[in-house]
């Protein structure tokens, strides 16, 4: 199944073939708009040749900050967000042979099981975690038992609450106007507070 997020046909292929590229646009989607957070794998391969995972960890540091700043840039924060790219790779090589897939199929684990494999990942939090692991389940294949309960609402069919749901202009739309209710609900929250 082909990912649509980007607009970029080149972007989106790299996230459709490769798992890792999926995980650093997903570890680079804060602060930034999805599409340009899932466009960052492209530029990144674009401008060192690869994104494997092996390629990124070995990579002088310097020299992958300097690939993030590069315009466009990969991403606003470009010294933290590479530091994190790198620490990713440098685990995924590790802990799973450079394999990303493997951390969601290594031994056919369970939905929870899952989430707790992404959480250990560097940069990814709870909510992160239950995101990606609603985008494996949705438009993925991923057919580990429980995985839509194990990604709480992200994992609800028709949720558009996330990138997980994105398939179209249509899906981009209604998960954008989701997340600014989210946001204006929590502001208004913050204002009757305080």
């Known amino acids: 199944m082909e990912l649509h997020i980007t607009g970029d046909p080149a972007a989106d292929q790299l996230l459709s073939d490769d798992a890792f590229a999926l995980l650093i646009g997903m570890l680079l989607d804060q602060q930034v708009t999805m599409e340009s957070a899932f466009a960052g794998p492209e530029k990144i391969r674009t401008r060192i040749g690869s994104v494997s995972p092996a390629t990124i960890a070995e990579y002088d540091p310097d020299g992958f900050v300097d690939v993030f700043k590069e315009r466009p840039s990969v991403h606003r924060f470009p010294g933290s967000m590479a530091s994190r790219v790198q ?50 389940g949705k438009q993925r294949g991923l057919q580990a038992p429980g995985w839509r309960e194990a990604a709480g609402a992200y994992g609800q069919k028709n949720a558009f609450l996330s990138v997980a749901d994105i398939v179209d202009p249509e899906s981009l739309r209604r998960v954008r106007a989701n997340k600014q209710a989210a946001k204006a609900a929590i502001k208004a929250a913050k204002a009757s507070g305080s």
């Open 87 to 136: 620490d990713l790779a440098a685990v995924v090589q590790r802990d799973w042979n450079g394999d990303a897939t493997a951390i969601w199929t290594r031994d056919e684990p369970d939905g929870q099981e899952v989430l707790s494999r992404l959480k250990g990942l560097p940069g990814f939090g709870e909510q992160k975690a239950k995101i990606f692991l609603a985008l494996l």
